[in-house]
């Protein structure tokens, strides 16, 4: 069979390692979206860099009125759709040029668990996800950076075994938290 291959990475550095403004947007991202380090940005920069460069060569060949072209803009589109990052229906190929990085870290589910209520701060979504107390449906995950598909969205509660799943519990955001997130998310918008 052979010997196993190793795996390879999923992003790239940044080509010039000391740039001012890229670092300092790269911290803010982190501190917004309560990440653990700058590889989980270059993820989703790369991740959001492939789905551009496809949408762009889908654009170049659907002016030659590619067959092909057409389909897999169809599947490109309807998968973004199904992974909350474009509306379901009149969605081109213009909106997933015009993605950003906020748009793909707003849909990781550590932000969701947070935006849901179910966590304090980001840090503590991210802790409550890698130490299992949160479940889409009544799978456990543990991956803080699992893109939230569109339907899974709904579900997302603690975990059935989790102390956390008590109401009473000490660690759960409080009422008055949530109305106060609510309202500054209301009036931020």
């Keep these: 069979m052979g010997d196993p291959k190793f795996p390879r990475p999923k992003w790239s550095r940044p080509s ?3 740039q001012a403004d890229r670092i300092k947007a790269e911290n803010e991202l982190i501190r917004k979206f309560g990440l653990k380090n700058k590889k989980e940005v270059w ?3 790369s991740l959001l860099r492939r789905w551009r460069q496809r949408a762009r060569i889908l654009q170049a060949r659907t002016r030659y009125e590619d ?3 057409a389909k897999e803009v169809e599947q490109l589109l309807r998968r973004l759709a199904r992974l909350g990052l474009l509306p379901i229906e009149g969605a081109s190929l213009d909106d997933v040029v015009a993605l950003k990085m906020e748009d793909l870290l707003e849909r990781r589910f550590q932000t969701i ?3 849901r209520g179910l966590a304090n701060t980001m840090r503590q ?3 409550l996800v890698v130490h299992g107390h949160v479940a889409i449906g009544d799978r456990k995950l543990t991956i803080p950076g ?3 598909r569109r339907a899974e969205e709904e579900g997302i509660k603690y975990h059935q075994h989790s102390g956390l799943s008590n109401e009473a ?3 759960r955001p409080s009422l008055e938290t949530l109305e106060a997130r609510r309202l500054t998310t209301e009036g931020g918008e």
């Design 113 to 115: 668990v947070y935006l």
């Design 43 to 45: 993820r989703a920069q």
């Design 125 to 127: 979504a991210r802790q």
């Design 67 to 69: 067959v092909q072209a």
């Design 169 to 171: 519990h000490p660690t």
């Design 16 to 18: 010039h390692p000391w």
């Design 146 to 148: 699992y893109i939230v």
